[in-house]
């Protein structure tokens, strides 16, 4: 007979000093996240003595989209370009594109200046064609 694992409800949430634990944040921030509603969490109990109970399965809010001006830069004619930061010294024969990245660490999207399209940005290195929006 096969025994199929019991997931406990309890594993999935936790409280305001375990997140702070766990992202590396305050209590008091994580309570003013979780009030604003940029957090997965109910208040259980009254308005002013309640809990929060945080959904333990939600990324980390430290590690938010971010949009910074950047820069690909490869070979003409190259498959695979690579994010740079603006003053990245390049090579004779490469190019660069210069616009904004939108994204969590090296994984997002980049936009050009000049054209607007939209490329693919997974682990720093451009992946897939250009487009005229971001897929998710």
């Known amino acids: ?13 936790m409280g305001v000093d375990e997140a702070g634990e766990m992202w ?3 209590p008091g ?3 003013n996240l979780c009030a604003e509603g940029k957090i997965r969490a109910k208040k259980i109990g009254g308005e002013h003595r309640g809990v929060w109970v945080i959904d333990k399965t939600q990324p980390n809010p430290k590690e938010e989209m971010v949009e910074v001006e950047m820069i690909l830069v490869g070979w003409p004619g190259a498959d695979e ?3 740079e930061k603006p ?3 390049i090579d004779e024969g490469m190019e660069l594109i210069e616009g904004a990245f939108t994204g969590k660490g090296l994984t997002g999207w980049f ?4 054209s607007g399209g939209w490329i693919r940005v997974v682990d720093g290195r451009t992946s897939g064609q250009w487009v005229e929006e971001p897929v998710e």
Do not use: V
């Open 87 to 89: 003053g990245y010294e």
């Open 1 to 13: 007979m096969k025994r199929e694992k019991i997931i406990n409800p309890l594993d999935l949430i």
């Open 29 to 31: 921030y994580i309570k």
């Open 81 to 83: 370009w690579f994010l």
């Open 24 to 26: 590396g944040l305050s």
């Open 111 to 114: 936009q050009c200046s000049d």
